[in-house]
Nanobody
Framework: QVQLVESGGGLVQAGGSLRLSCATSGVTFSQYVMGWFRQAPGKEREFVAGITWNGGTERYVDSVKGRFTVSRNKAKRTVYLQMISLKPEDTAVYYC??????????????????WGQGTQDTVSS
């Protein structure tokens, strides 16, 4: 059974940074990819970044390229999302997700079957 626990969200001013962590259990490295999604009020859930456990293939939505970095620590079974140069439009609930292996990681929420509880990230202007 896949379990994901996120941490690290909060309130930051525009231009600031945050790092999200996602501790995992029940995830087999060779069978899963990890994704980060976000959902702002009144909007659909949006893919932000993804990474494969083996090989570390990364994928990003265009709006965060150059500002967000996804990484993983296999020994700690943890995935991270480092966010810099944050903008007010990055404000959302951020979710960690686990999905079946696809290279590069899928951008579709329906391809992910394990989800964390979400963490609120607010960027003030």
């Amino acid at each position: 059974q896949v379990q994901l626990v996120e941490s690290g969200g909060g309130l930051v001013q525009a231009g600031g940074s945050l790092r999200l962590s996602c501790a995992t259990s029940g995830v087999t490295f060779s069978q899963y990819v990890m994704g980060w999604f976000r959902q702002a009020p009144g909007k659909e859930r949006e893919f932000v970044a993804g990474i494969t456990w083996n090989g570390g293939t990364e994928r990003y939505v265009d709006s965060v390229k150059g500002r967000f970095t996804v990484s993983r620590n296999k020994a700690k079974r943890t995935v991270y999302l480092q966010m810099i140069s944050l903008k007010p439009e990055d404000t959302a609930v951020y979710y960690c997700a686990a999905g079946g292996l696809r290279v590069p990681p899928s951008t579709r929420p329906s391809d992910y079957n394990g989800w964390g509880q979400g963490t609120q990230d607010t960027v003030s202007s």
